[in-house]
T-cell receptor, first 117, second 112 residues
Framework: DTGVSQNPRHKITKRGQNVTFRCDPI?????LYWYRQTLGQGPEFLTY????????KSRLLSDRFSAERPKGSFSTLEIQRTEQGDSAMYLC???????????????FGPGTRLTVL | GQNIDQPTEMTATEGAIVQINCTYQ??????LFWYQQHAGEAPTFLSY????GLEEKGRFSSFLSRSKGYSYLLLKELQMKDSASYLC?????????????FGTGTQLKVEL
């Protein structure tokens, strides 16, 4: 399977615990995005990377959230001191943007469903 | 900011045609996408418009009017497996990159 993969698919944790999710993008995709989706809503942008550089973070991304893409390939999203309001589906998407280009199509992974008890 | 509106739910009959509308107000518009999402699964890319007009891909077509801030997704020869949420998303140029702003999705139910 050469699509975007995410692990774990499901995570149940207790309030106050830290959790980390991993995203493996489509090979050679230079852009990687994180979104959060709650029931009945569309995905909301959290942050994105161009290679290993984190270029933008949403105001939704509080200081409890941190994302990395150390080698420009896979990415991790960590949530510290989880709260019940963090319960959501966390989606990763990747795309390829050629040098000097402006247009890219994002392809989504299956998501990690987080439940905070 | 961005504002994207689409109907919450629609019902249609197998074999029929359905049109899902999307209106948007945004700055930095750089394209409009339609994604299909089955319950509990990832959004799947369907179509993309950046210029005005109709884009056709098999049973799916998408239309864009930038001056009206309006798009629609047309699904023909509906099948039961088309029952899903259809997400309209606007791509916005920001900070040298692109991000997608999604509507809340239209839940389509296809009935016999």
């Amino acid at each position: 399977d050469t699509g975007v993969s995410q692990n774990p698919r499901h995570k149940i944790t207790k309030r106050g615990q830290n959790v980390t999710f991993r995203c493996d993008p489509i090979s050679e995709h230079n852009r990687l995005y994180w979104y959060r989706q709650t029931l009945g809503q569309g995905p909301e942008f959290l942050t994105y990377f161009q290679n290993e550089a984190q270029l933008e973070k949403s105001r939704l991304l509080s200081d409890r959230f941190s994302a990395e893409r150390p080698k420009g390939s896979f990415s991790t999203l960590e949530i510290q001191r989880t709260e019940q309001g963090d319960s959501a589906m966390y989606l990763c998407a990747s795309s390829f943007l050629p040098s000097g280009g402006e247009a890219d199509t994002q392809y989504f992974g299956p998501g990690t469903r987080l439940t905070v008890l | 900011g961005q504002n994207i509106d689409q109907p919450t739910e629609m019902t249609a009959t197998e074999g029929a045609i359905v049109q899902i509308n999307c209106t948007y107000q945004t700055s930095g518009f750089n394209g409009l996408f339609w994604y299909q999402q089955h319950a509990g699964e990832a959004p799947t890319f369907l179509s993309y418009n950046v210029l005005d007009g109709l884009e056709e891909k098999g049973r799916f077509s998408s239309f864009l009017s930038r001056s009206k801030g309006y798009s629609y997704l047309l699904l023909k020869e509906l099948q039961m497996k088309d029952s899903a949420s259809y997400l309209c998303a606007v791509r916005v140029l920001t900070g040298g990159g692109n991000k997608l702003t999604f509507g809340t999705g239209t839940q389509l139910k296809v009935e016999l």
